[in-house]
């Protein structure tokens, strides 16, 4: 959580010096463009990248061990439904 506020902060800093830089005399716009790319855009996707990898992995786990191990036929529904109506028919008296 705080990654992504730390990441977003980075970036409206890095957005500053791109238009300071942009906006000074000796300044020109492809010098604020390399700094926004420079200083702002690559460390933060390199950082989040990083920052992310755990739970690729734990996604990437997740997704080998439910396809390398399907639910046998001889196996019992473990599905969290009942497995008949629990509510009893409605019969009329003789």
Not at 1 to 17: F, K, Q
Not at 34 to 57: H, N, Q, S
Not at 72 to 79: E, F, K, L, V, Y
Request: charged share 15%.
């Amino acid at each position: 959580m705080y990654g992504y506020l730390v990441a977003l902060a980075w970036l409206y800093v890095a957005v500053m010096m791109a238009a300071a830089e942009a906006a000074s005399p000796v300044g020109s716009l492809l010098g604020a463009l390399i700094t926004l790319v420079l200083y702002g855009i690559a460390p933060v996707a390199l950082v989040m990248y990083i920052l992310t990898t755990p739970a690729r992995k734990r996604a990437l786990r997740s997704r080998q061990d439910s396809a390398s191990s399907p639910p046998s036929a001889g196996q019992p529904d473990t599905g969290s439904h009942s497995a008949a109506d629990s509510i009893a028919p409605v019969r009329k008296e003789p």
